[in-house]
């Protein structure tokens, strides 16, 4: 199985700063035969189901505003908010579809200094 | 619009079967060109992938919960439904159902990202 860890377990940035999220995977999700990370970000807020924010790493997802960016390759990935806004307070979290089990990190809140 | 909405009993009782039902509106599971899959997480813990199926073709479970699982569709009700059995209190969880982005053409697709999700339905697990 993919062991999805992320860092740190929760942060606090100031309104308008950024938050800085990692995740790695245990192995690559790189494949290699069309140079996609299957890697995807997710928020999920107080009582909500999550929602799609990146998908391919760095893919945003439709309608989701462009301060949320994703990079990174391999095994070592970033979700970075380039600045905070209070609707972004939330527990977010990567996933691996690489492959089956579909393993999720195990989330990183973010709050409001 | 996409709406997927899970129902079933709140409240299970221990070694019974947990049922759950995920509708769709918006979208035929019969004729999508989507994966379709369920997500648990236990309270105030993280997420966990349950399994992921596409109509027609293959389906995916988690290694984990594969013994216990039954996925099925009724596409006369664009309904697909998920059965546990064996429930313990670790079963106890929201489960959301979601639409799952296909990777690939459909003779050599694997699943990818879970795009579109229902709301969530919590089960307790107890007696």
């Known amino acids: 199985d993919i062991v999805m860890t992320q860092s740190p377990d929760s942060l606090a940035v100031s309104l308008g700063e950024r938050a800085t999220i990692n995740c790695k995977s245990s192995q690559s999700v790189l494949f290699s035969s069309n140079s996609k990370n299957y890697l995807a970000w997710y928020q999920q807020k107080p009582g909500q189901a999550p929602k799609l924010l990146i998908y391919?790493?760095?893919t945003r997802e439709s309608g989701v505003p462009d301060r949320f960016s994703g990079s990174g390759s391999g095994t070592d990935f970033t979700l970075t908010i380039s600045s905070l806004q209070a609707e972004d307070v939330a527990v977010y979290y990567c996933?691996?579809?690489?492959?089956?089990?579909?393993?999720f990190g195990p989330g990183t809140k973010v709050d409001i200094k | 619009q996409l709406q997927l909405q899970e129902s079933g009993p709140g409240l299970v009782k221990p070694s019974e079967t947990l049922s759950l039902t995920c509708s769709v509106s918006g979208d035929s599971i019969s004729r999508s060109t989507y994966y379709w899959g369920w997500v648990r997480q236990p309270p105030g813990k993280g997420l966990e992938w349950i399994a992921t199926f596409y109509y027609g073709g293959r389906t995916f479970y988690n290694p984990s919960l594969k013994s216990r699982l039954t996925i099925s569709v009724d596409t006369s009700k664009n309904q697909f439904s998920l059965k546990l059995s064996y429930v313990t209190a670790a079963d106890t969880a929201v489960y959301f159902c979601?639409?799952?982005?296909?990777?690939?053409?459909?003779?050599?697709?694997?699943?990818?990202?879970?795009?579109?999700w229902g709301q969530g339905t919590l089960v307790i697990v107890s007696s």
């Open positions: 391919w790493a760095s």
């Open positions: 979601a639409r799952v982005f296909r990777i690939g053409p459909i003779v050599a697709a694997t699943p990818g990202y879970f795009q579109h």
């Open positions: 996933q691996q579809y690489y492959s089956p089990p579909f393993t």
